[in-house]
């Protein structure tokens, strides 16, 4: 079973940048897609971005467009999330996830999609 585990969370001021990272435990084999999510204080897990193994297609939130990258990594660090220019309401628990499979769910950014997840990265925006 492969696990995943994000880094590179942290506290950061508002306008500033942070780069998460999500590494898997073991060498992988290729999933469908990967996707970042988030939740924040009282509210429901949403996507933030999501990509295709190979990288051909991604997609992201309204509220992050501009502002967020995802790409994808090598070997075991499966792929990244640069945040630019944060805003106090980007504050959650960022998560990372990965999908074995086509589904429209996915191309959605619905969770549901995914067979794999990470345990959470916390992610604070002072203002």
């Known amino acids: 079973q492969v696990q995943l585990a994000e880094s590179g969370g942290g506290l950061v001021q508002a306008g500033g940048s942070l780069r998460l990272s999500c590494a898997a435990s073991?060498?992988?084999?290729?999933?469908?897609?990967l996707g970042w999510f988030r939740q924040g204080p009282g509210k429901e897990r949403e996507c933030v971005a999501g990509?295709?193994?190979?990288?051909?297609?991604?997609f992201y939130a309204d509220s992050v467009k501009g502002r967020f990258t995802i790409s994808r990594g090598n070997g075991k660090n499966l792929m990244y999330l640069q945040m630019n220019s944060l805003k106090p309401e980007d504050t959650a628990v960022y998560y990372c996830a990965a999908t074995n499979y086509y589904s429209h769910t996915f191309h959605s950014g619905g969770p549901g999609a995914y067979d794999f997840w990470g345990q959470g990265t916390q992610v604070t925006v002072s203002s």
């Open positions: 073991t060498s992988t084999r290729d999933f469908y897609g």
């Open positions: 990509i295709t193994w190979g990288g051909a297609s991604s």
